[in-house]
């Protein structure tokens, strides 16, 4: 019988808080020290969760949890559905702890023969509707810190994260040293996230330093929530001329689309109906 979802959660929980969890994937990352993840006689991966502390050996001191994480160290005896839960248990019931979350990250990626990118990601989507922004950065940076995840739209969902954890700072950084060189091709999903940023935490200057940017490469924003709130920082720096500027060149994103629509089957509809006119006068002469 293979332990349940939370039976798994809690042993890793309790490795990870003693420091008995520390192992990196078969195939990918570290493979270097103690850490490396060796076989049975019959292809079963073994995970080496032991490692010495304070001269006694973790066995000891953590008898209880071993004999739980050697049955568990088994992958292929569990399904991935139910490896997938086990993360984001793991993940939501983990304490606050950078070592306790790297720690588990590693014992749970020990069952995988490849980097399970797929399902990181649809963790990080629960974790986000859980509103769970420190956690979600922490599990980011793990995955960044392995060279996995470097995507935009990972990037997107650190920087969403560090600002809705209050670290805009942060996400500035971040964007200046893997995004803000790449102007020509950085998608304007992930540009509006940044101006949105900066907007809020009143950080203008790198808000118009960033609209300049991308104004250099020509890239036309895609809506006028963007060109306002660029208006705004101008007007609040007192660059009063660049806002007019930036609104007259982008005037059209301001023109009510639904009265345009309207405007449109109107002139659609006296189209048609000269046409149908036309005909009819055209069959009368005809007659």
Known sequence: MRPSPVVLSAAVSRLARHG?????????????GSDTVSRRRGGTPVTPWLQEKSGVHARSSHHLDLD????????ENISRKDRFNFLVNTLLDLRDSKESVYGALDAWVAWE???PIASLRR?????????QW???????????SK???????????????LDMDHRAEEAHRFWEKKIGNDFHSVPWKLCTCMIGIYYRNNMLEHLVTLFKGLEAFDR??????VVQRVADAYEALGLLDEKTRVLEKYKHLFVDKTRDRAAQRVRSSSSR???KEEVNTHQDSVD
């Open 273 to 275: 109906e000269g046409k």
């Open 123 to 131: 963790a990080l989507i629960m974790l986000e509707k859980e509103h």
């Open 147 to 161: 060279g996995q995840g470097n995507t935009m739209g990972v990037y997107r969902m650190l920087i969403q994260a």
């Open 220 to 225: 036309k924003p895609p809506e006028k929530s």
């Open 20 to 32: 008995a969890v520390s192992v990196w994937g078969r195939g990918f990352g570290d493979r270097s």
């Open 68 to 75: 739980l994480a050697q049955k568990i160290s088994i992958g």
């Open 134 to 144: 420190h956690r979600i950065i922490q599990v980011i940076k793990w995955m960044l």
């Open 113 to 115: 023969r490849d980097f």
